[in-house]
């Protein structure tokens, strides 16, 4: 479960500066290049290449680049507004949390680095250009102004396709559609479908000493593979009892650590495995998705909580946003969740890792699914159905023993929020019905 490197490139694509940062630089070594190369190709290219390039003098030059460098930044100013006005729309209708699905939006970064880049270009371009004075002869770089002029062109290009992606990414089934992809992926990364682990934490031999947070903020990331090269280094046994996304305060237990042989941790050993615990925890001003099995599921809950809000009264989105948690957590069933037990190269446990069951994933859901979705029919059936559509992927899993006392909780305890609600009695009636159905299923365990 390292994963280190996609941290730090989930880090780089959660920020909209590295790609135009990078596209200006690039920029910047261009317009110096291309203005040489046309000193160097003066008066030796073909006529078919001559044709093709700009063949205006140096007045017609610069003010050619000029205009291109002053209407670009103009429509870089313009796309960043669009963005920011996305961005507080985003936030307000459905959840400030979906603001990472287009801080992380690839085709905004490229835009944004298209735009920028072809504005630097001009800029270093215009400096190269010569009039034709008694000190000099005049030098126009075609090369670099016909390829300011490309720039321009599909930079024009960019603006009508980002006009329409910004169109499709600010609709709600667009947002929703992203998260529960990104959240699939992060399932298969920390619960592999494949992957059959099983916690195994060996008994302290004395009273394990308490590691306490170096920092407070969101868990955000575990460097395994320094952690248990630590704890293998100092024969000692690493219990992390929180989890990624967890919210940390400094001073406050985090682990617990002991001694993985007979000779109990001393005040070295012990300091030092203090130190690789401090160090391999990674934590932030906000949860991410890197290592995080249950943000994913709560930014759908956000986004149906804010929708059955009465500011905003959209049972619709509620519904929609339901059928993807549902599919998340079908997708759970099949994967086998809860602590983890990680192993050095010797094959003796060093760390175990706190993470969430499909218990406790189920338990996010249905609390607040039960607080705010039984005021509306359309949820409220979902919500059953979503439950009817869980028990019977889990039926088919392996784990099905596990699973099945949690579910039976759930619909208990919807059944109860049913009866407790105001709707109408005939709807209750029929949400009833949905339950019996559940209930008499003769749902058993796949062989």
Known sequence: ??????????????????????AVILALILGQVLPSLDRQLDDSMPPVVSGILFGGGPEAARSLLETIAGSTITVTSLTFSLTVVTLQLASSQFSPRLLRTFTRDRFVHNTLALFLATFVFALTVLRSIRVETSAGSGFVPEIAVTTAFA?????????????????????????????????????????????????????????????????????????????????????????????????????????????????????????ELDDAVSTSLRTGFERTSTQDPSFGLQQLLDVTDKALSPGVNDPTTAVHALSHISAVLCSLTARTTGPITLYDTNDQARVNLTLPSFAELLDLVMDQLITYAFTDPRTAGRSIAMLSEVTISASRAKSFPTHAPALRGHLARVRTAVEASTLDPVIRAGLLSQLNDIEQQPIQPSP
């Open 1 to 22: 479960m390292d994963m280190n490197k996609e941290s730090v490139r989930e880090s780089l694509r959660a920020q909209l500066w590295p790609v135009p940062l990078l």
């Open 151 to 271: 720039l321009t062109v599909g930079s024009v290009v960019g603006l009508v396709l980002f006009l329409a992606h910004l169109a499709r990414q600010i609709r709600v089934e667009t947002m929703l559609r992203d998260v529960h992809r990104e959240t699939d992926e992060t399932l298969e990364r920390v619960f592999p479908e494949h992957d059959a682990r099983r916690p195994s934490v060996p008994a302290p031999g004395s009273r394990p000493d308490t590691i306490r947070a170096p920092s407070s903020g969101f868990l955000t990331r575990i460097d395994t593979r320094a952690l248990v090269a630590a704890a293998a280094r100092l024969d000692g046994f690493v219990s992390l009892d929180v989890a990624p996304g967890t919210s940390l305060v400094a001073g406050i237990p985090v682990a617990r650590v002991w001694s993985a042989g007979e000779v109990p941790l001393d005040g070295d050993r012990l300091a």
